[in-house]
């Protein structure tokens, strides 16, 4: 890797994006390594692994591997710098997983493309380009007296063993920073909930070409019973209900005997995760000698924009004085763990991570001209609020 220049500048300089600008080169080389080391939110020795890179990293770069948190099998991150006496921190939280599955990286690599201003590669911009930006952010702070960062590795799937701790985190906070990607360079100001279910279909097995008759085929159960889902969503009024997964049978001759699928919900309006959950749990199946159970329900709640507009704010008064475009917010459809931290009363302004575009998609990539910026953006606003909040 490149050497890091150093530099510690205060906020609301020219000089800290400056400062910022001159380890572009060192962010794209931290971020290649990091996307380098595969993430899948399922495979949890591999999720350890790649948060061991990003211990070193900021081992590398802030001079502190931070502490691995163990919850419930599973490994996260964690910094703490005490605040002063009566003052609350500020939350800075992200995670280290991806969608990716483990072998990804063989047949689509890390790329550095400096002249298109581009990386690609399984991961970088949901977000592991946001956790380079944040350590890069926080090497160059002239104090990082109550600050707290959290980085975890389920995000992707929920949060089932990190949850806890980011409510923790949350409650204990005056602030959380999500370093979630941007959309399209907007932070964002509100998210809608999330639920994840499963449709579990039994039935009876046969052989398909002998006697078909005498089995109950879950396969076509379930078939029946998704074509009736599309109608517990509201897209009017943000609500949608969208199977994502499904798997049945053992084999081509044989009446499939087991059948499931997923759905993935999202919810604008809070009153919708319990509507929805009571009427797919009505659902029944159909077809004669099949059953079905509904397992899962609401994950996340929407994070509503009251809960980011103070921040937002601020943020944008930072971006306008350290030189940045006037900064956007949105509200988005997906979930973060910034909708637990607003949850449990915390302000929390999300986005505050990568450029880019393409999220869990083929092909996804962030701007290298942007880690500087977003970084620089990272630094000043939690300079300010440190500022803040000392006067507090």
């Known amino acids: 890797m490149a050497d890091m220049p150093d530099s510690t500048v205060p906020d609301g300089t020219a000089s800290l994006l400056a400062a910022l600008r001159s380890r572009t080169s060192v962010m794209v080389d931290h971020l290649a390594a990091l996307v380098g080391a595969e993430t899948p939110s399922s495979d949890i020795a591999a999720c350890t692994a790649g948060a061991q890179v990003l211990r070193q990293i900021a081992a590398d770069v802030i001079g502190d591997p931070g502490e691995m948190v163990r919850a419930d099998g599973r490994t996260h991150l964690r910094w703490r710098w005490p605040a002063g006496e009566g003052r609350r921190p500020v939350a800075l939280i992200g995670h280290v997983d991806t969608v990716w599955p483990a072998g990804t990286l063989r047949r689509w690599p890390v790329s550095v493309d400096r002249a298109a201003g581009t990386v690609t590669g399984p991961g970088c911009f949901d977000m592991k380009a946001g956790l380079i930006q944040l350590v890069h952010a926080v090497s160059v702070l002239a104090d990082r007296a109550g600050l707290e960062i959290l980085i975890t590795t389920d995000e992707e799937i929920g949060s089932p063993t990190s949850r806890p701790l980011i409510e923790e985190l949350g409650r204990a906070s005056a602030a959380a920073l999500i370093l979630e990607p941007s959309a399209r360079g907007a932070v964002k100001i509100g998210r809608k909930g999330t639920g994840l279910y499963r449709l579990n279909v039994a039935g009876l097995a046969a052989h398909a070409g002998l006697e078909p008759e005498k089995g109950a085929n879950a396969l076509v159960s379930l078939a029946e019973i998704i074509g ?165």
Do not use: K
């Open 228 to 392: 009736r889902v599309g109608a517990v969503a509201r897209p009017a009024i943000g609500t949608t209900v969208t199977p994502t997964l499904a798997a049945a049978g053992t084999a081509a001759n044989v009446v499939p005997a087991l059948a499931y699928a997923d759905l993935d919900v999202r919810v604008a309006e809070p009153a919708e995760a319990g509507r929805v959950d009571q009427d797919l749990r009505t659902l029944a199946a159909t077809v004669p000698g099949t059953t079905l159970s509904v397992s899962g329900g609401p994950n996340r709640p929407p994070m509503p924009t009251t809960a980011s507009a103070a921040l937002f704010e601020l943020a944008r008064e930072v971006a306008d004085g350290i030189g940045l475009p006037a900064l956007e917010g949105v509200v988005v459809g997906g979930g973060s763990d910034g909708n637990f931290t607003a949850a449990v009363g915390c302000p929390t302004l999300d986005g505050l991570g990568a450029v880019g575009a393409g999220a869990h998609a083929e092909g996804e990539h962030m701007r290298i001209d942007s880690m500087a910026e977003r970084a620089a953006l990272l630094a000043a606003l939690i300079s300010r609020l440190q500022r803040d909040l000392g006067q507090a």
